[in-house]
């Protein structure tokens, strides 16, 4: 069975400390894996797709990277805004074009 | 970028009344949309897959007699929560595969049933 496990659930920064979130993957085949940011109360937003081990991604202090058996989006030096939570999601070859999603990581960035 | 477009964004209803919520996709056409749901602090659970022109496929679990969709045009899905009760209160989310970039998402529906 797919599985997706995000890590940590929950993650609170000060403002400029950089981290990473972790997303590790259980599939039989991965077609590709998805980052969004979902803030409360509205639909996840597109952040990244990744479709093979060593490839990168980034966009402002935003960077996703994708091994094998996981991925990180990496946050350097996080501004409040940067407050939401991020999901992860893959999609698995052989298979329709559903993806399944981890649980998130609830991200507060205090100023 | 690609828009999909999701209304009502809130929705407050009586128990036993049926609710309706939309999916558009404003500058693309959509053959296959996502019906997701969504409690809170968890992720989302996919619902059905939406095909125009066809029956929808629902995931084990989910009741086709409560939950109707309808795929009546490239743009437009629907989600009908029928005869709701307060267990089906709940964030109802709307996506469309759009390229190669993945999904695009609707803003959500709050349903409250009371």
């Known amino acids: 069975e797919d599985q997706v496990t995000q890590s940590p659930e929950a993650l609170r920064l000060q403002e400029g400390e950089s981290s990473s979130l972790n997303c590790s993957y259980t599939?039989?085949?991965?077609?590709?894996l998805f980052w969004y940011r979902q803030d409360p109360g509205k639909g996840p937003e597109f952040l990244f797709t990744l479709y093979s081990a060593g490839e990168e991604k980034e966009k402002e202090r935003l960077k996703a990277t994708l091994t094998k058996k996981e991925s990180f989006l990496h946050i350097t030096a996080p501004k409040p805004e940067d407050s939401a939570t991020y999901l992860c999601?893959?999609?698995?070859?052989?298979?329709?074009?559903?993806?399944?999603f981890g649980r998130g990581t609830s991200l507060i960035v205090h100023p | 970028g690609a828009v999909v477009s999701q209304h009502p964004s809130r929705v407050i209803c009586k128990s036993g009344t049926s609710v309706k919520i939309e999916c558009r996709s404003l500058?693309?056409?959509?053959?296959?949309m996502f019906w997701y749901r969504q409690f809170p602090k968890q992720s989302l659970m996919l619902m059905a897959t939406s095909n125009e022109g066809s029956k929808a496929t629902y995931e084990q679990g989910v009741e086709k007699d409560k939950f109707l969709i309808n795929h009546a045009s490239l743009t437009l899905s629907t989600l009908t929560v029928t005869s709701a009760h307060p267990e089906d209160s709940s964030f109802y989310i709307c996506?469309?595969?759009?390229?190669?970039?993945?999904?695009?998402f609707g803003s959500g529906t709050r349903l409250t049933v009371v």
């Open positions: 500058d693309f056409q959509a053959t296959t």
């Open positions: 996506s469309a595969l759009q390229g190669a970039d993945g999904y695009t």
């Open positions: 999601a893959v999609e698995v070859t052989g298979g329709s074009y559903i993806p399944t």
């Open positions: 599939v039989s085949g991965l077609r590709g």
